[in-house]
């Protein structure tokens, strides 16, 4: 007899670790029947093994127009799309592997190697400013939001002055509770803006990424969406880790500490905070034939959530997984995801911070909250989970 399927647990019991409800289907049933908001039944997969096998299984679609939506949404659309022309991360092989190798070819070595030295200038920029201005600050618009959307206008060639309009929009279609038109208006915004930001570069292309695109066999609509999306997913993930991780340093002293002591164990950092956190705790797949899991029969259009979250705190793969410990061995994460829709930019996200969390905490080495941990407003109406502001202070010379 099959369990009833049940919603997804969202309730957290505290800042940083997952819905306790994850814990206890992972260790019970970690294939679980799932209620769809929107009336359908499908499976909750959050066991590590489990979720890595899903993700690399074409026999699971990325289809937009298969895959429901876990999560209440209030400008859901009554009935499932394909996704866009040039949205490639909900579409399969062939499309998404066209996609996927233009953009593969603009992430040369180099274009990685001048975007590091320019992440530094901008972070010893912002963090220059913090330093005039003075304590308290919202660590969040000071720091955290502003470095990864200006490395991302660096990377697609987007006009710095426009880096506050995009990022005002792209929070909007982030947001869980905004209506349909909120989201209409935030959407269209968008495509209007990277249209004519695709066309401008066609008539005088630059030394960036949405220039070398246009050299590529691809339509207007595809470069446009592309952009669309790199613009959004390229600076979300990326600003919640550092404003989150942050928050969490600060939260554990111990292991704020340990990095002071050594600087060298930054890559461990950054694979712990990455494995610890997982800012987009979900993602969707669905069947396309009957799979069978862990027992359970997984029938040809019934949908997957796979919990990132859980599966990065699951004890058959990592020691003690509730616990942050930078000294840990972190590989085999799921932060970035696993097989072929693996985050096409996650080499730069570990630079953003590589150099973001040790050069902040140089800078002010008595950074603290300014407020107690719990009075911290967290991103739970959000798609990418974090933290809405991180209010810091510390002693100023």
């Not at 989201?183 to 209007?192: F, M």
Request: net charge negative; with cysteine.
């Amino acid at each position: 007899m099959t369990d009833p399927a049940a919603p997804l647990p969202l309730e957290r019991p505290n800042h940083f670790d997952p819905p306790a409800a994850l814990a206890r289907l992972r260790a019970s049933d970690p294939v679980s029947p799932l209620a769809y908001p929107d009336g359908h039944t499908g499976w909750l997969v959050t066991g590590h093994a489990l979720v890595r096998a899903v993700l690399a299984d074409s026999r699971f679609s990325s289809r937009a127009e298969l895959n429901h939506f876990p999560i209440p949404r209030a400008s859901a659309p009554a009935t499932l799309q394909p996704a866009p022309p040039g949205i490639f991360t909900r579409m399969d092989p062939p499309d998404h592997t066209r996609y996927r190798h233009l953009l593969t070819g603009q992430f040369t070595v180099r274009r990685m190697r001048e975007l590091t030295t320019r992440i530094e200038q901008i972070t010893t920029e912002h963090l220059d400013a913090m330093d005039r201005h003075g304590p308290p600050v919202d660590l969040v618009e000071a720091y955290a939001m502003p470095i990864p959307a200006l490395v991302i206008c660096e990377l697609l060639g987007v006009p710095s002055t426009d880096r506050e309009r995009f990022q005002r929009h792209s929070a909007e279609l982030m947001r869980l509770d905004n209506t349909p038109q909120e989201r209409i208006t935030a959407y269209t915004a968008l495509q209007e803006f990277m249209h004519a930001l695709v066309t401008a570069k066609r008539a005088e292309p630059t030394d960036d990424m949405l220039s070398g695109l246009t050299a590529a066999d691809i339509t207007d609509e595809e470069l446009t969406n592309i952009g669309f999306m790199l613009l959004g997913a390229g600076f979300e993930t990326t600003a919640n880790m550092l404003a989150l991780g942050t928050f969490a340093l600060l939260c554990h002293p111990d292991q704020l500490a340990f990095l002071r002591a050594d600087p060298s164990s930054i890559d461990h950092t950054v694979e712990e905070l990455l494995r610890y956190l997982s800012v987009v705790p979900y993602t969707t797949r669905t069947a396309l034939e009957d799979v069978e899991l862990d027992g359970r029969v997984v029938k040809a259009g019934e949908t997957v959530t796979v919990s990132i979250s859980a599966a990065d705190r699951d004890p058959h793969r990592f020691t003690d997984p509730d616990v942050l410990d930078l000294r840990r061995q972190t590989g085999g994460h799921l932060a970035f995801g696993h097989g072929i829709h693996q985050c096409l930019g996650q080499q730069l996200a570990r630079v953003e911070m590589r150099v973001g969390y040790p050069a902040l905490f140089n800078r002010f080495p008595t950074l603290r909250l300014d407020v107690a941990p719990e009075e911290v407003p967290l991103r739970t109406d959000m798609l990418i989970y974090g933290v809405h502001r991180l209010p810091v202070t510390w002693d100023a010379a």
